[in-house]
T-cell receptor, first 119, second 112 residues
Framework: GAGVSQSPRYKVAKRGQDVALRCDPI?????LFWYQQALGQGPEFLTY????????KSGLPSDRFFAERPEGSVSTLKIQRTQQEDSAVYLC?????????????????FGPGTRLTVL | KQEVTQIPAALSVPEGENLVLNCSFT??????LQWFRQDPGKGLTSLLL?????REQTSGRLNASLDKSSGRSTLYIAASQPGDSATYLC???????????FGGGTRVLVKP
């Protein structure tokens, strides 16, 4: 079946512009995560949804970052007034289960990411 | 705060050698640990997931061990091949939450 998809794959923005990054999770997956991966580093958690509810947004670096998942499926990560330090790969992952799931329901499946470059 | 460290940061071996990748974490109260592979410009592919109650998991040439009390996991890749060249990431999940905390990764190059 289809995996997690993200669009666009690449985005170049001028400093100060707003951007919107889209994630289409695997159909039926309850949980959705956003991570930010700087060059040469491991991904860092941004935010987590269970269906349409945003249960954890502790990793969002500033109030310029906003995420939503209004119908419990597709999610959008929006960055307002982009800065050069926002340049990174933004990864989306989905998981079948919810918090406390076991076994395979706990595995996160990642999309290919969106590479954002802010000039 | 959980911190995950991977050593070495980079590794180069000739084809056929066994690979040993190390991962350490500071908080032993984990729910599970997962090893991922990342190819340049690509997303993450899950390789092995070890629940906190397990000691190891195996898949083909891959074997991952977990010593929760000492905060360590090791990924072994037997008889390495050039196609194994990639970055390998380990990540832990805290018992009460869902987010993954990643290490910085080990970049592996297997030379033909």
């Amino acid at each position: 079946g289809a995996g997690v998809s993200q669009s666009p794959r690449y985005k170049v923005a001028k400093r100060g512009q707003d951007v919107a990054l889209r994630c289409d999770p695997i159909s039926g997956h309850v949980s959705l995560f956003w991570y930010q991966q700087a060059l040469g580093q491991g991904p860092e958690f941004l935010t987590y949804f269970q269906n349409e509810a945003q249960l954890d947004k502790s990793g969002l670096p500033s109030d310029r970052f906003f995420a939503e998942r209004p119908e419990g499926s597709v999610s959008t990560l929006k960055i307002q007034r982009t800065q050069q330090e926002d340049s990174a790969v933004y990864l989306c992952a989905s998981s079948p289960g919810t918090s406390g799931g076991v076994g395979r329901t706990d595995t996160q499946y990642f999309g290919p990411g969106t590479r954002l470059t802010v000039l | 705060k959980q911190e995950v460290t991977q050593i070495p940061a980079a590794l180069s071996v000739p084809e056929g050698e066994n690979l040993v990748l190390n991962c350490s974490f500071t908080d032993s109260a984990i729910y599970n640990l997962q090893w991922f592979r990342q190819d340049p410009g690509k997303g993450l592919t899950s390789l092995l997931l070890i629940q906190s109650s397990q000691r190891e998991q195996t898949s083909g040439r891959l074997n991952a061990s977990l010593d929760k009390s000492s905060g360590r996991s090791t990924l072994y890749i037997a008889a390495s091949q050039p196609g194994d060249s990639a970055t390998y990431l380990c990540a832990v999940k805290k018992a009460a939450g869902n987010k993954l905390t990643f290490g910085g990764g080990t970049r592996v190059l297997v030379k033909p």
